[in-house]
């Protein structure tokens, strides 16, 4: 099993974070994994992207133009990633602020409306597990008692007392995906 | 096992260095490998193994103050991207002359000049050619995986008193911004004093009664004397050609054709093979590790048993002069590249390879 | 069968009144006849012999005209790039916190190419001493003009004198370093005359003494002749010095134990 996973969204959207969380719950699970990072000037407050591979070999390629998901969560970022999704592949977005809707007919796409469900229930900081659980909803990846223990390692010591939201929020994320397009 | 973590290349190195007994760091900030010194800085490895961590004022100092920690026997190391490098060739012309132990990080960006902040490979000839003045190598590593920077760390510390020599890992800001799975050895404790003395008799520690003072230099006015510095140098550069190639072959076996590249890229052409053999194309890697001492001999048989090979670099055409020496006129050699900081993607070297050795 | 020029038996122990210090090695220095060099050399050496440090000092040599400093001098020495001494010291001191380091260093080496370290390392308070030889001149490639060459004076690539208004103006580092909190005792010395070598190494004691409790950094200026570059006798140019150097860069205390030496009013002539 390899994944190929490509997160994007604008900075401060906790797409880095969601990529590292995932990343190290699979180490956790002693699976391989990378997670390449989009950096420099483009993290100031513009588009933040991240690659993260979850395998059960050894990953060849860090970096990639052709993905199995993609997690998207701004325009910008539809624009750039739609057609980067393998044939039969998976898309999810947020559609907060997305204008031109996903049009491919070739791939798998699933809508979370994370923001506004975060926003709803003052949970808006683990905006990004909302758009994670939902994203494990379809692809269990790595097993919950492992993203435990991935969050425990991401998370820096004074911040482990919101494990708790962030597990609720996965958990929420399982039940706010909408099916817009199943392929057969 | 080792304790597993998910880290940086970065941050990889940085705390590897800790665990190999490193006495100092000495840096200057510059994208893409800030997070070295951020991450020394924040681990206060001084107030656990009693490693030194500066922030120097400029490259300059940061390379000059490796030549007196080194010069004293410390375990010492630097870190810093390509302009930041340039501006260290001098200090590493002196040391690889006075003949001092150091390990140097270089997260390559792409240039010329400021050039770009994202990953390039085209700070290969002037790690590998030296880059400063006069007849000097430098061993260089080159770095495909966030464990490798890890591991580097140590083997490059063990090279450089070895041989007397700085150690140079060339990775690159991909390498050095990506995150993966790491497995981290145990911590070597430092040296004590009297281990070090003991160690290196060079090193500058203070003259005792009972032996000579010593002196640490480049210098030599002398041309007789300096003849004699400079054989002595490329008596241990055919010592380490000799001894401390380091390479890796995958699935080279049964290949027609392979593909040869360091670091980020022979990463790529990893996942270019998985696409090439699945439209039934036979294809290898070969990965020189070590960059200086190049796997000339490795090459040379390689190129004897398959039909082509194509050099993958980001960079203009760099290690392929070295591959070519290396095969001789045996076999087609072609060079892909991509530079600025574009990174080619794994579609794209196999077209590259369909084109220029298989159809061309 | 000829006389020997010196009767051996003369030299016995109670006779002896002046020898060469253990610290210096056995061998003719390099340096001009008349120069300052080997004079600092001497005290340096005398003070470190005095305080027992020789086994726990580590020097660093510059490039210039005492680049070969650590073929005299019998201790341990690295010899450093250009400039680059304090960058070194900084290092070793850092790392061998119980040792004795310090730099020597010429005015080209200090207050040209070296400026950034110098200034650094004496802003960062490091627990090191630097010696800083200022004869106006780059006396090892030819008596060329330095940052601290006087205007008008003469050098071989100011032949017709230092303009100040196309040149730029001479820069007295040791003022400037006192200005930073991390200079401790900031002196300015001469070796010309007897009272003035006693003077000198009084301020090299007072430095080493310092480092013992890591204060920050000793910064002993000694102004010099050079006759070489100058094109003077030695005679000469120790007058010419007088008459010139020492007005532009007065001897004295400029900073001790960290605080700022009072300027005497200058005195006006009517």
Redesign the interface.
Known sequence: MTEEIIIAGFGGQGVLSMGKILAYSGVMQNKEVSWMPSYGPEMRGGTANVTVIVSDERISSPILNAFDTAIILNQQSMDKFEKTVKPGGLLIYDPNGITHHPTRKDINIYSIEAADEAGKLGLSKVFNMIVLGGFLHLKPLVAPEFIHKGLEKSLPARHHKLIPDNERAIDIGKGLLKPLQVLN | MGELRLMKGNEAVAEAAIRAGCDGYFGYPITPQSEIMEYLMSEKPYETTGMVVLQAESEVASINMLYGGAGTGKRVMTSSSSPGISLMQEGISYMAGAELPALLVNVVRGGPGLGTIQPSQADYFQSVKGGGHGDYKIIVLAPASVQEMADFAKLGFELAFKYRTPVMIQSDGAIGQMMEKVELFDPIPRRTEEELIAQCPWAATGKPKNRDHIIITSLDLDPAGQERVNLKLQAKYRQIEEKEVLFEEISCEDAEYVFVAFGLSARICQKSIDMARAQGIKVGLFRPITLYPFPTKQIAALAKKVKGMLVVEMNAGQMIEDVKLSAGCSVKIEHYGRFGGIIPAPDEVVRALEKQIIGG | MEEPFVKTDIRKEENIVYKRTNLL?DRPLSYCPGCGHGVVHRMLMETLEEMGL?????G?SPVGCS??A??F?????????HG?AP??????K???PN?FVFTYQGDGDLAAIGT??TI?ACNRGENFVIIFINNGIYGMTGGQMAPTTLPNMRSSTSPYGRDVSIMGHPLKMTELVAQLPGTYYVTRQAVHTPSHVRKTKKALRKAFENQKNNTGISFVEVVSNCNSGWKMTPVQSNKWMEENMFPFYPLGDIKVDGKLVEQKEAVTKE
């Open positions: 090695v020789q086994d726990k000092t580590i660093v680049v070969l650590y073929d001098m019998n201790i341990d020495m690295l010899g450093a790039a680059r960058a070194l010291a900084t290092a070793i850092r790392m061998w040792r950034a370290e650094h």
